[in-house]
Nanobody, 123 residues
Framework: QVQLAESGGGLVQAGGSLRLSCTASGRTFSSSSMGWFRQAPGKEREFVAAIMLVGGAAYYAGSVKGRFTISRDNAKNTVYLQMNSLKPEDTAVYYC????????????????WGQGTLVTVSS
């Protein structure tokens, strides 16, 4: 059973920073590339960032590249998302998940989601 627990969201002013954390169940984390998605009110969930299981290469959506940094601590089964220079359009519920890349883009192959963590950026 996949278990994911996100934390670290909150209310921040534009230009501020937050660091999100996600702890995943051992089997999921140790065998998966991991990533972050977000869903803003009234919009579909979208890919934000991914970090590969092998090699640790990171990939970002164009809208966050240069502002967000994804990392993982394998000893703690935890993936992080450092978010800097936040904008009001970053307001969303953020979810971590296992990720894969296919023709349709980045997706969650396990289709298992945590409760998410809400990030609100005020202008």
């Amino acid at each position: 059973q996949v278990q994911l627990a996100e934390s670290g969201g909150g209310l921040v002013q534009a230009g501020g920073s937050l660091r999100l954390s996600c702890t995943a169940s051992g089997r999921t984390f140790s065998s998966s590339s991991m990533g972050w998605f977000r869903q803003a009110p009234g919009k579909e969930r979208e890919f934000v960032a991914a970090i590969m299981l092998v090699g640790g290469a990171a990939y970002y959506a164009g809208s966050v590249k240069g502002r967000f940094t994804i990392s993982r601590d394998n000893a703690k089964n935890t993936v992080y998302l450092q978010m800097n220079s936040l904008k009001p359009e970053d307001t969303a519920v953020y979810y971590c998940a296992a990720v894969k890349l296919a023709g349709r883009g980045w997706y969650n192959p396990l289709d298992a989601w945590g409760q998410g963590t809400l990030v609100t950026v005020s202008s």
